[in-house]
């Protein structure tokens, strides 16, 4: 490889450009990373919740977070690096409407070979403390947890590199262009050039496919996370998610993180943190949790991020049709951190073998939009 062509070129270093660029690495692939920014894992990697869970509704959802799971679980041994993974457990609090589809889905991650539970509300009580009042049931993941997704981003990417993988930071991506099959690549650093192009730009992916002259449906939507003082109540708390208001919160360390999502905001690159967006997150979370009431703000610990969103919720995955040598590893809408590992060992399955094979990607393909078979994950927090 010279420094400017390679096999493949991964844009975006974030946990899943990474994990590409790692496993295509360890394949024997020369691999050349362009990252925007001036460091790796800056933007959401660095910005998210740090869960990992393998309570979904869609099965290939259950099979990426639990595929990626495991080799968190392991990843000392296999990177000599720990992941940070702590199995603190995701609890979801289920109202009543909602129980007979979180019985089929608990049905549904039994199948596939995973660990979960139905908890009744004491139960879960004993978890954390929260008003009983309108949920039905529980839902309980002892495997899920957290994890430390920048950690597990310099991991990949040194071990990336160790195979002879290069990262360019500062290296924006600028235009794309298919020509005698290659990708020639205009960069704020100059040209790129290799066969295959792997976009792992995040919430900036849709942006990355245009300036290549097509479409993809990838849009930002901005998401916080807002942080307590010390309280004594954040110590063991598991990632506890209120299903009928959509609040959210989890111990970390002696503080309680916590957030909810603002379905109302529209889509674009707005940015810093909505104040305004406090007050209906801490109702929303006191109703729940009355303990929280006597928590204070950690105003500088709290942060915001983008979500890559998709029409369904779901990740867009694979070969690009009709696009030559243009792989999509897109679109995780909030749960990225926890489909990486899986991620990267399938689209360097589908680069170097034609097809991915861990898992059977194809309920994630681009090609679900064009036959009217969009998938929707109903558990997006
Ligand atoms: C508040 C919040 C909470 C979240 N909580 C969770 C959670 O609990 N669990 C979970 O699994 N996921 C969570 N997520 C989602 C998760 O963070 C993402 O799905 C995941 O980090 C996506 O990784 P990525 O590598 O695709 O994107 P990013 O980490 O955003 O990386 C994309 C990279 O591409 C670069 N880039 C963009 N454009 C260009 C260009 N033109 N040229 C070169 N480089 C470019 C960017 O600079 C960036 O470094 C959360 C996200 C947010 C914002």
Redesign the pocket.
């Known amino acids: 490889m010279s420094e400017r062509h390679s096999d493949v070129l991964v ?8 994990a590409v660029a790692y496993r295509l690495a360890a394949a024997g692939m020369t691999v050349n990373v ?4 001036a460091a ?14 393998v309570q979904f509704s869609e099965p290939v959802n259950v099979q990426l977070s639990w595929f990626s799971i495991r080799e968190y679980r392991n990843f000392q041994e296999l990177y000599g690096i720990p992941s940070g993974y702590k199995p603190i457990g995701y609890l979801f609090l289920v109202p009543p409407e909602a129980a007979p589809e979180y019985r089929r889905a608990l049905e549904m991650q039994r199948d596939l070979g995973v660990r979960v539970e139905e908890l009744d509300p004491d139960s879960a009580r004993e978890l954390v403390e929260f008003d009983a009042a309108g949920v039905e049931l529980a839902t309980w993941g002892p495997d899920d947890g ?1 994890i430390d ?1 920048h950690l597990v ?1 310099m991991a990949y990417l040194r071990a990336a590199r160790s195979q002879g993988a290069r990262l360019h930071t500062d ?4 235009e794309a262009r298919r020509e005698a099959n290659l990708w020639r690549a205009k ?1 704020s650093r100059g040209e790129f050039t290799a066969p295959y192009l792997v976009n ?6 849709g ?2 496919a245009e ?1 290549a002259g097509f479409e993809l449906p990838v849009e930002p939507v901005r ?3 807002f942080m307590t003082g010390p309280m004594a109540a954040a110590r063991d708390l598991p ?1 506890t998610v209120d299903v009928a208001s959509g609040f959210y919160l989890r111990g970390e360390g002696e503080r309680v993180l916590f ?1 909810m999502s603002n379905h109302d905001e529209e889509p674009g690159f707005l940015t810093g943190i909505d104040w305004g967006w406090l007050e209906p997150t801490l109702t929303a979370g006191m109703g729940r949790f009355p303990w929280l009431e006597q928590a204070s703000l950690d105003q500088k610990a709290c ?6 969103i998709t029409p369904d919720d779901n990740p867009i995955l694979g070969a690009m049709p009709g696009v030559d040598g243009w792989y999509n ?2 679109g ?9 590992a899986a991620v990267g060992l399938l689209i360097a399955e589908e680069i170097t073998t034609g097809r991915a094979r861990t898992i059977d990607i194809d309920p994630l393909r681009y090609e679900r939009f064009m036959s009217g078979k969009a998938l929707r994950e109903r558990n997006i ?1």
């Open positions: 844009v975006g270093a974030g946990i899943i450009g990474a362009l990252e925007a920014a790796p894992a800056m933007q959401a990697t660095a910005r998210s919740a740090a869960g990992v869970r957290v997704p981003t290296t924006e991506l600028l960069t792992a730009a995040g919430a900036w992916a942006l990355v300036r998401r916080h996370v990632l957030g942060w915001w991020g983008y979500y890559a590893a897109v995780f809408s909030g749960h990225g951190v926890q489909q990486a927090v």
